[in-house]
């Protein structure tokens, strides 16, 4: 749980402790000449912060298509970044409750999110709580694994996941949708998107209402049904300038609320009555980019987030362990944790600031050079736990990076850069990164490899947090490499990928359990400090087959192996929490004929703990979950859908002791003109 979300407060007081080409329609394609029809290469640009073809990119990257969200109905980024490879998710209860992703046995605040150019990773905990973000006008995300800092900064330990929203297109487009099922779930949306003269546009907005589903699991004794009730709505905005240059404007904005639960006394689970959080978000980004030269151009990038979370713990709980109510008594709470459950109420504000001016100088063919600098300012706003007396804190960066990319013969391929951060709270930060590949166009084969250093600033909780905080923490650590090879068959029908990596994490921030001298006389005696150190190292394999036209075939595995080491009060190398060493993914997808397409997805996630000690009691065991999703055309403008969760009524929980959706199934229409 993170350290400041509102369901750890409730625990706190019981015990410290350049891009895709669009979709084309299947009738233009029928209608155009052959000859015409140009193949443009797929293209990324988060690995570089430059574009790049896929067959280029020398990182482990993967791309997730807009097209396909769609194709599957995939309702959530979490529920498609949990078929993703070499991630793990983690939800604390379904729709709405805290859900979060790590990769390559980081943790959650090791993967930097961003939203169109937007850090969104919460100042206070650190890492970006997925629960709210719909899949409404995504273009793609994209995947990079491994420490990212040279080109991003703080908290790209893990890896990093960038989302773009759509881009209009010529062809405008209209369209609505409406959904019902299970949980008594009710979702609506509609979107428009085109181009008129230099202005290109895309905007959607959607409902998404649901009820009756226990955060705690029903299967414990949970039986307080939660709703989920969620606003969202997006829009990109894109003017033509003269001489190639572009003025783009992106907002995202979403207001949701959910129930949830929490623990009644030393980790058991409790059903809490009255616990409720909202969340607004408004995120907001503005760009420019412009060639100045025919060899070097330039762009400028605006970005914010604004958070806010008004909640409240609820005022009684029922242990499930013992099936006692708790009544909310703060005279209870020290120093009989067991008997405590303590009412309380939160109005937090985040905001997240980002400025970055990067320049491209294109050095004769072989050679692109990249430089830029970036402002990053982070706030949080909450009396009471940032001290009364200053409750808005702030971190501030400035940052410079250089980055060089050599491409000789579209063979050999190799980049390389530095980068240097300066923090308000502690310092310099010094970060590189290495990358190399080898292509071999003949056999459609491509060797990489990469090596990287990484850091992670202490979050606002960490340094802040009033009888806890730690002001004297400095930044995690973490150094990660990792090799492997890309093999196209078939024509480039089969695509084969397997990979090695390594990562070591150290300096990392741990909540000491037990009092310790090196607790400023500020705290309580338990404070964060940097003392734990960690490895994960692992095998990644994935491949895409397209057997037939109408048949494509998906699948991956990783394998994680992951080591904590010890820590005062804690038991030392054992298995790293919530991270499972199994995982796997199979995704088909079949269209018997035009107007119909079916797909089925199956998800594995080995045995795993939910403590760092791996005692027996917090063991979790395997679980594999089966999701099918069909649609078909009526007409050219109204298609209907469906789609089963959780097909074979699979027991699991993600989390120890939160539920996961029984087998549920929606259906609906969809309206396109």
Sequence with gaps: MPLFSIRWLLCVCILPVCLPVPAVQAQDVAMADPADIVETPEVVVS???????????????????????????????????????GVFVSSSGGPGTEATVKMRGAYARHTLVLIDGVIVNSPTTGAYDFANLTAENIDRIEIIRGAQSMLYGSDAIGGVINIFTKRGTEKRTVGAYVEYGSFATVREGANVSGVKGPFDFSASVSRWDTSGFSAVNYRRGGTKGGGFYNWQASTKLGVSLPKDGRLEFNLRWYNSDVSFDGFADSGAPADVYGARQTTRNLIISGSYEQPITAWWSQKLTLAQANERNLGTSGTVGRNLNTG??????????????????TPFAIDLEILNRRLEWQHNVQVGKPLLLTAGYQYREEQGDAVGFFGSANPNRRIASHAGFGQAQINIEDRLLLTGGVRQDNYNVFGDATTYRVTGGFLVPETGTKLRASYGTGFKAPSLNDLFFQGFGNPNLQPEKSKSADVGVDQRFLDGKLKVSAGYFWNRFDNLIAFLSVPSLSCPAASFGFCPINIASARAQGVETSMSYQILQQLEVHAQYTMTVTRAYAVPGQTGNTRLPRWPMDQATVGIGYQPIDAARINLDYRFAGARYNDTANTTAQKQGSFGVVNLSGSYDVTRHWQVFARAENLFNQKYEEVLYF???????????KFTY
Excluded: M, Y
């Design 324 to 341: 006692a109510n708790i009544p909310g008594n703060p005279n209870s709470c020290f120093p009989n944790f067991d008997a405590c459950f």
């Design 659 to 669: 539920g996961a959706p029984i087998r549920s199934v929606f259906g609906g229409v």
């Design 47 to 85: 690995a570089t912060k430059t574009p790049v073809p896929v067959s280029h990119v020398t990182s482990a990257i993967e791309v997730i298509k807009g097209e396909d969200l769609e194709r599957k109905r995939i309702k959530t980024v979490i529920d498609a970044l949990r078929l993703a490879e």
